[in-house]
């Protein structure tokens, strides 16, 4: 069940966060934006509600199948481990167990989230790509006696978007850059998820265990709420480092490529734009985790609840 409950609170944690994950992938792909307010009147002033769901279909069809892994892979590395260790699935496992099966956790949703990732990436930057290519309304004159054979859209006007929709991008992508491009900054990806649900799910696992009352097994819902809140805040704290490489790897499409690779991408952007840019979008990224995770651990453990009271 814990495969039904896992996808379930990720559909929950997406509706909520969305349009701020929008303004985070802008921040930390474009230098022009001084902080978080400017990105959203931006945003809102050239796009308007529309600009912040970019590219938001293919997450939420896929985001349930994603978590569903997550939280199944760590439910089931925790109940293995545990087996082995101590000779029942249901023994109270150790912080060290907890961190290694979030780990597992990390590293078996990249392969599952690279392609997906790239999609909504390059969908939310893709006005960003526009307006670099907007034509110029300055240049030659064209003698009268000499029309152009074809039509020429006015001056000012966007071309039309390079993607149409998320299949159309991951369509284009692989027609244009292979099985690479779909998994382009997957090795961000690993770092990223590796190491922040390890965080994740033993700073849940610890923070339930301070805040269940005296005499119950579990937290209340207040509880699991601010566990939940903080379990996120803090992974993304962790991860947001290689979260800009990553946004900025996945941006990084056909015929403008800057970076040969990971380790290129971070000295370039540090040398650039110095060590804080590895820090863009940290305080948006933990604001969007409270309310997102609390959302999804509190959907998890309600799922979770209800199905063991209709099985006992």
């Keep these: ?29 474009e230098a022009k934006y001084t902080g978080i307010w400017d990105c959203v009147r931006d945003t809102y002033h050239r796009e308007r509600v529309r600009g912040f769901y970019r590219g938001l279909s293919l997450p939420v069809c896929t985001v349930s199948l994603v978590s569903s892994v997550s939280f199944g892979t760590y439910r089931h590395c925790l109940a293995h481990i545990c087996r082995v260790r101590y000779g029942s699935a249901d023994a109270k496992p150790a912080k ?17 989230t690279s392609p997906t990732e790239v999609a909504k990436v390059r969908l939310q930057t893709q006005t960003q ?6 034509p110029s309304a300055s240049g030659p004159l064209v003698p009268l006696a000499a029309p152009p ?9 966007l071309p039309g978007p390079r993607y149409r929709g998320p299949l159309h991008c991951l369509a284009t992508v692989a027609r244009e850059e292979g099985l690479r491009g779909l998994y382009k900054g997957s090795s961000a990806l690993l770092f990223r998820d590796g190491h922040s649900f390890a965080t994740y799910f033993l700073s849940y696992a610890t923070l339930c265990e301070w805040l ?11 509880g699991v709420l601010v566990a939940g809140g903080c379990a996120g805040a803090l992974a993304w704290a962790v ?5 800009v490489i990553k946004a900025r790897l996945q941006a990084d499409g056909r015929g403008r490529q800057r970076y040969r690779g990971l380790l290129h991408c971070v000295l370039t952007s540090i040398r650039e734009e110095g060590p804080r840019v590895l820090f863009k979008g940290l305080l948006l990224n933990c604001c969007r985790a409270f309310p997102v995770n609390m959302v999804v651990f509190v959907a998890y453990e309600a799922v979770l609840r209800l199905t063991r009271g209709l099985l006992t």
């Design 239 to 243: 991860a947001t480092p290689m979260d």
């Design 96 to 112: 060290t167990d907890i961190t290694l099966s979030g780990f597992a956790s990390g590293l078996v949703r990249v392969f599952l």
């Design 1 to 29: 069940m814990d495969f039904v409950a896992g996808a379930i609170g990720g559909v929950c944690g997406v509706a909520v966060g969305y349009p701020l994950d929008t303004v985070k992938v802008r921040i930390q792909t």
């Design 212 to 222: 269940t009352p005296a005499g119950q097994s579990r937290p209340d819902v207040s």
């Design 149 to 157: 054979p074809c039509p020429v859209p006015p001056a000012g006007l």
């Design 129 to 134: 790509a526009q307006q670099r290519r907007r």
